[in-house]
């Protein structure tokens, strides 16, 4: 998982969090850029969008994995008759 920011492209002005696919090395590219497939994260770090994106691998910033939400239990309905 990276966090894209300005550092890895100016088309970042908003950061995303992303998981590599793959590099795209077919690509004939300008020295220090590259094009990547990845899978843009949503906050609790699921995939929301696959995406091709043109970055500079050295403003790649390893992010860490959201934690776990601990799940509540469903309520019931607790009635009682009397």
Do not use: C
Request: hydrophobic letters at 35%.
């Amino acid at each position: 998982m990276y966090l894209l920011t300005r550092e890895a492209s100016p088309q970042f002005t908003k950061p995303i969090t992303v998981r590599v696919i793959r590099e795209r090395t077919d690509l004939i590219t300008y020295h220090g850029w590259t094009w990547i497939e990845v899978y843009q994260l949503d906050a609790r770090g699921e995939a929301v969008e696959q995406r091709e994106l043109y970055v500079r691998p050295a403003g790649m910033r390893p992010a860490q994995a959201p934690s776990a939400e601990p799940r509540t239990p469903a309520r019931r309905n607790a009635r009682t008759s009397r």
